[in-house]
């Protein structure tokens, strides 16, 4: 068997899969959770319906690799008989800066560049370094690491996509610049889509809308991304479950002076308390807003209202700017699932000739289905993303390149 590991970790949370990519199917996947808080560990072998979940000490992320090698090598939710058996590790890394373009091969050096980069993703290049070191404590000697990078797919944009009009200096000095994120999604997707369309993706212009709790939407041209709502953080673009999305930032400047607000606790303000929740002041989850606005609750109401009209006029924007537009695609847990939110973007854009087929749209939940009818001039599909197999092929062939 051709075992991966693919491991996503976060300051308090260690997710991973094992995958055989054999036949890409998951042998065991989980997470411990609660790292430097107290400690659990979830694991599910899905083969043998096995499900364990244990609270674990973990003080680091170091506790919880061992307990990691512990489950999947011992016990009811063993799977291997020892590390050695996995071939490689691929770790999700959220910021790659202008450094790292594509996937690359784990090295001192690379893990250094990764926590260097901390300043411009804090919450989360830190902890990614960190699991980087900790895995290697636990892996046989020799096992390659593979980071793919969220923002790597999005290093093709050009400037005039990135740039911000600050001062140019900002540019040069601190890197501030639109990077993007949800990079090994949107690859994914747009990928799953031209197999299905069956035309190669160099020759599509598609517009791909992850909506999840974080959202994002990219303009895919020929397989390369030309621009993404998400900016130099993923707090820009689209109103998300806790994120506020683009704000004039005379707005932000002043609502820090009116709660005499720090920058940190301005950014606290904008990532958590913000966006559906603040909107609507009924939750953060896409299913609780849909419902109240079903039964009438206005704030709910707006706040879908702005989701939807956000995600057509950046679809409206990004056919301009790729000067065409092929496909649709919805991806990510509202993507996926929501036919409220789907039906709303797709509703009166027959302007660009986009025409669902309102009954397949309504009953389709997380399959891989075209749900623009046969007149439509632009395809419209919901793509499942699967972000760990991605990064379980990159794992592969970034090591049998390097081999
Ligand atoms: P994350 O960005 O954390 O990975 P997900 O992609 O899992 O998040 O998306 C979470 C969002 O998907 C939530 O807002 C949730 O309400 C929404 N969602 C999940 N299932 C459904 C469903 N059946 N109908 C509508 N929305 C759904």
Redesign the pocket.
């Known amino acids: 068997m051709n075992l991966v590991l693919v491991v996503n970790a976060g300051s308090s949370s260690l997710k991973y899969q094992l995958l055989n990519m054999d036949d890409e199917s998951v042998l065991a996947k989980g997470n411990c959770d609660r790292i430097g808080i107290d400690g659990h560990l979830s694991h599910k072998v899905p083969s043998k319906g096995v499900e364990i979940s244990e609270d674990v000490s973990f003080p680091t992320h170091t506790e919880a690799f061992e307990k990691l090698v512990e489950v999947l090598t011992s016990g009811e939710g063993k799977v291997i008989d020892s590390m050695s058996e996995i071939s490689a590790v691929g770790h999700r890394v959220v910021h790659g800066g202008e450094l790292y373009k594509e996937t690359t091969l784990v090295t001192d050096k690379v893990i250094e560049d990764i926590d260097a980069l901390s300043e411009l993703a804090p919450v989360h290049n830190h902890p990614n370094a960190l699991a980087l070191r900790a895995c290697k404590k636990v892996l046989a000697p020799g096992t390659p690491q593979v980071a793919v990078f969220d923002t790597a797919f999005h290093q093709t944009m050009p400037p005039k996509a990135y740039m911000f009009g600050l001062p140019y200096e900002d540019y040069k000095n601190y890197q501030v610049r639109k990077y993007g994120f949800h990079g090994t999604s949107h690859r994914f997707v747009t990928k799953a889509l031209s197999d299905a369309m069956g035309k190669p993706l160099s020759e599509l212009k598609i517009v791909s809308c992850?909506?999840?709790?974080?959202?994002s939407i990219t303009a895919v041209d020929g397989g390369k991304s030309v621009d993404t709502t998400m900016g130099f953080t993923p707090l820009d673009g689209l109103l998300?479950?806790t994120r506020c999305g683009s704000v004039d930032p005379s707005a932000v400047t002043y609502v820090m002076e009116k709660h005499g607000f720090s920058a940190h606790e301005m950014s606290e303000y904008m990532n958590k308390k913000s966006g559906?929740l603040g909107m609507s002041g009924v939750g953060?989850?896409?299913?609780?807003?849909?419902a109240a606005a079903a039964e009438g609750n206005e704030r709910a109401q707006i706040t879908l209202d702005i989701l939807t009209y956000q995600i057509k006029k950046y679809i409206g924007g990004y056919a301009a700017a790729m000067n065409g537009l092929d496909a649709i695609l919805f991806t990510?847990?509202?993507?996926?699932?929501?036919?409220?939110?789907r039906g709303g973007v797709c509703k009166d854009m027959s302007y660009m000739g986009i025409e669902i087929d309102e009954e397949l749209n309504s009953h389709t939940?997380?399959k891989l289905v075209k749900i623009s009818t046969e007149n439509s001039k632009v395809e419209v599909w919901i793509v499942p993303?699967n972000e760990e197999l991605l990064i379980a092929r990159d794992t592969l062939a970034v090591v049998s390149e390097n081999k």
């Open positions: 992850h909506l999840g709790n974080g959202s998300m479950g559906f953060s989850d896409n299913r609780e807003i849909c990510g847990g509202i993507g996926e699932n929501s036919s409220e939110v939940r997380g993303t």
